[in-house]
Structure formats: C-alpha cells, structure tokens
C-alpha cells in the first residue's frame, strides 16, 4: 500500500520514523512518501520537503512568512496528487495538516491522524474540522481520549506514547566514553534545551547561559537541534563553562544532573530519562499577548499537564530571568527535592500507557485500510 506522511518538526520526525519502521514491519510492500527529517529519511521512503524549511514559531512569524506557507500547502496537494496514496498520515503540525486534511477528505483520501491536534489547548472550535476531516485518529496523551470521547462523542484510539518507545529502543549511552567524545570534563552536566528554531533558541539561551557563572562546579552542556547548523550556536559558546553537542539529545540527558528546558516535547523527554528540570520559555511580545489571551491551560509543559499538578517549575516570559532561574535550579541539585520529583515522573511513565505506541498505530492503520 502507498502511504504519505506529513511530518513538520523535530519531534514529528521522531515519531515518524518510528512508526515508518512500523508500518514496513506490517507491509513489506509499503511505498511512503513524506515530509519530515532525517530520522525519517533514515528509515526509507522519499523524502519531499524537510521540517526545517517549515517551521514557523509563534503567530506574529507565521504571518510574516504567510506566503512560503501557502506555497507549501499548493505543492503538497500536487504532490498527494501524483502520488494517489492510499491513506494520509498526519503527525502533529496542525495548522499545515488539517489544511491538507480538508482537501484530501474532498477528494476522497484516507486520512489519518496520528499525534492528535491539541485542541484541547486552545481552538476547540476545531472539533468540528477533526470530525469532518478526518476518518481515525490516534491520541498519545491520556486525558485525550476523554476530551474527544466523552466531551466531544468523537472515538480514538488512545496508542500509548511514542517517547517511551523511543526511549527505551536506543542504544545506552556509554557514559565515559561520550563524555571523552565530546571533551566533558568529570563535573556534573546540567543540560540546556533551548528548542529547534532560531528565534526561540536566541531567546531561550541568552538567560539560560546567564546562570552557568554560578554553578562553578558543574558544566552547561548546550543540545544543538538537528535542524541548525553549528555556526549559529558559535555566537552562545564564547562562556568559559559551555559546551556545545549536536543532535545528540538522548545521550545527554542520560548522563545529565539537571536540565533547563524549553517548554515543548522536550519537557517530556527530560521526565522520562528522569532528569530534574526547570521549564523555560518565552515568546515575542506579541506572540505571547495574544497566546496568553486564547489558550487557557494551567501549565505550558506535558509534564504538568499530563500529571494535573505542579511536577516541574514552570518559567513564562517575564518570570523567565536569571534571578529566578538560578533559584530554581538550585532546588533542582537538592537531594531531597530529586527524590520526591523522581517519585512524580515514576508515577508519569505509567500514566502514559507502555511501550508500543508505533506499532499499535501500524496495526490501526493497515487494518483499517484492508
């Protein structure tokens, strides 16, 4: 069967390539056409447009760069077209796929949707479009499954989530020789996750890095995203206690102390290598006065979310400063408080379902598709 996948950030192309290596598993005779990365790539199939060519962060840019976007969306259907897929398998990136979601549904396609929109967030209005557009939908996130089910009478298939997969399918990292790889000294590592686009890395590292002075006895390990190259971080490794490694995430936060982190995929992440962390972030001033004004969850970060509960100390905008970031992570080195928070992210893990996310989603699909 043909199957094309629509990807359009780092942590979709995670979870993409898990579940393209899924779905072989199940059909031997797959052909997959995609948008996503190089996890993606990877795996097989052809590769149409890369993530890092579409990522947009926050309203204010997204406006800015309106017509690459709608360019996009003018290829990509050209491009469904030729193909003639038998099923669309949207993963996350909402405002791209449920465009193409409403066209593929018109001209009779399969859609799929795989890492459901989080509508629950904000938008909820958006339910109407998920109903019409989209013939499954497989949720990741526990409390998913009520809020389209028992909210909005709309059946999912809640898969588990792919992170635990992820995790626990890598290779262990061999402590000693990455630190000698990547030239760590024996100090402790805090990890910093500023996130994957330019605009929010400027932001995020410029106070994350303002604290390392005071931490003499640990180093600050930057992760670089996939999608940048190493010259836009040189500008951020000029400080005598930071190094920089690349597209090297999970290794680092399995050896890491503490991590400070930009609210997003990765909050979850750090939770489930059981790394005590600060959640960080802050957006332009415009894109925030209007976030703040439409979405009303208690917390920015899965962690809590998931949870229903203050895990990990979260940092927005203006309380996103060095003062209050070096308070908190001093809590974070504290022995006491990295004991009850590793009890919370015991407790997290088996709220998130198991292993098996990837190839429950395969099944689901194939299956369907007979």
């Known amino acids: 069967m043909k199957y094309y996948i629509i990807a359009g950030e780092a942590s979709g192309d995670l979870h993409g390539s898990n579940l393209m290596k899924a779905l072989y598993q199940e059909d031997a005779s797959a052909e997959i056409r995609f948008w996503g990365g190089d996890l993606m790539q990877n795996v097989g199939g052809t590769l149409v447009k890369h993530y890092r060519d579409l990522a947009f962060m926050g309203f204010a840019e997204v406006v800015m760069n309106l017509k690459t976007i709608l360019n996009n969306i003018k ?17 996350d990136y909402p405002g791209f ?28 209005n958006r339910i109407k479009a ?21 909210k909005h009478h709309f059946p999912v298939d809640f898969v ?23 030239e760590l000294d024996e100090r402790p590592v805090i990890a910093l996750l500023p996130g994957s686009r330019k605009q929010e890395i400027a932001k995020m590292l410029s106070v994350m890095l303002s604290v390392a002075d005071d931490f003499p006895t640990y180093q600050f390990v930057i992760a670089g995203a996939p999608s940048q190259e190493y010259a836009f971080y040189q500008q951020f490794l000029a400080h005598k206690n930071v190094k920089f490694i690349s597209n090297k995430t999970y290794d680092l936060l399995s050896i890491a102390t503490a991590a400070l982190v930009t609210s997003g995929t990765a909050t979850l992440e750090t939770a489930l290598f059981k790394v005590p962390e600060v959640v960080c972030y802050k957006g332009s001033w415009i894109s925030y006065q209007i976030a703040k004004r439409i979405i009303t969850l208690k917390y920015i ?22 003062e209050n970031l070096k308070k908190e992570l001093k809590k974070l080195l504290d022995e006491n408080h990295k004991k009850g928070l590793l009890e919370k992210y015991i407790q997290l893990e088996n709220k998130l379902g198991g292993i098996g996310a990837s190839a429950k989603t ?7 598709l007979k």
């Open 362 to 368: 395969a099944k689901f699909i194939i299956n369907d």
């Open 75 to 91: 290829f990509c259907k050209s491009d469904i077209e030729k193909f003639k897929p038998d099923v669309i398998i949207f993963i």
């Open 97 to 124: 796929n449920m465009r193409i979601a409403k066209w593929a549904k018109q001209k009779g396609i399969k859609t799929h949707y795989y890492i459901a929109p989080q509508i629950w967030a904000w938008k909820e």
């Open 130 to 150: 998920v109903k019409r557009d989209f013939d499954r939908l497989f949720v990741i996130l526990p409390f998913e499954k009520d809020f389209f089910e028992k």
């Open 160 to 182: 588990g989530h792919p992170l635990i997969d992820a995790i626990n399918n890598r290779i262990p990292t061999d402590e000693k020789a990455f630190r000698k790889e990547n």
């Open 301 to 322: 970060s899965l962690v809590n979310l998931i949870m229903d509960e203050e895990v990990v100390t979260e940092l927005i905008q203006d309380q996103f400063n060095t």
